[in-house]
T-cell receptor, first 113, second 113 residues
């Protein structure tokens, strides 16, 4: 069985640009959560989606948005990129909203120059 | 507020035992997770505690005291491959984000020969 798949693995963008990150959860999992991990820090919660609806939002500006599709895959969009958005973006897949734990993908390393 | 504290770095010797402590103060609590993260890779699940006491899983054990807001991860028979960052995470929050994971900054463990 495939694990949590994220694409792309690495990305370099310029300040002010827009980026879209993608995540496919484990087959049968209905929830996807997004986390931002800055170098040397623990992951910070951005969004959780369950059954295609937003179920939680962290303390991030409106430049960050996400959605979940009928097949439960998800996209994270970031507009007007800032240098401080450079981070590892992790997607976590869970069967429901997290009762049975979370499985993380390998992440997308975003560098903003 | 939300606060999770764990030591930044620890060093231990191959074959020895190491204990990584975690203290937390969060607005909600619905379980505590420990994850292992090698540099540039996804966090991988190690253990989960929701009730007080010790959970043992092979070379890894985790303890929780909810009244003290305290947990530890115990690693026995250390191996070189155990060199990694260990993340303590509380599931909780407030409002609509009650299933988010709140992470500490991680403890970087170096296992020496």
């Amino acid at each position: 069985d495939a694990g949590v798949t994220q694409s792309p693995t690495h990305l370099i963008k310029t300040r002010g640009q827009h980026v879209t990150l993608r995540c496919s959860p484990i087959s049968g999992h209905k929830s996807v959560s997004w986390y931002q991990q800055v170098l040397g820090q623990g992951p910070q919660f951005i969004f959780q989606y369950y059954e295609k609806e937003e179920r939680g939002r962290g303390n991030f500006p409106d430049r960050f948005s996400a959605r979940q599709f009928p097949n439960y895959s998800s996209e994270l969009n970031v507009n007007a990129l800032l240098l401080g958005d450079s981070a590892l973006y992790l997607c976590a897949s869970s069967l429901d909203r997290g009762t049975f734990g979370y499985t993380f993908g390998s992440g997308t390393r975003l560098t903003v120059v | 507020g939300q606060n999770i504290d764990q030591p930044t770095e620890m060093t231990a010797t191959e074959g020895a035992i190491v204990q990584i402590n975690c203290t937390y103060q969060t607005s909600g609590f619905n379980g505590l997770f420990w994850y292992q993260q090698h540099a540039g890779e996804a966090p991988t699940f190690l253990s989960y505690n929701v009730l007080d006491g010790l959970e043992e899983k092979g070379r890894f054990s985790s303890f929780l005291s909810r009244s003290k807001g305290y947990s530890y991860l115990l690693l026995k028979e250390l191996q070189m491959k155990d060199s990694a960052s260990y993340l303590c995470a509380v599931r909780g929050g407030y409002g609509g984000a009650t299933n988010k994971l709140i992470f500490g900054t991680g403890t970087l463990l170096a296992v020496q020969p």
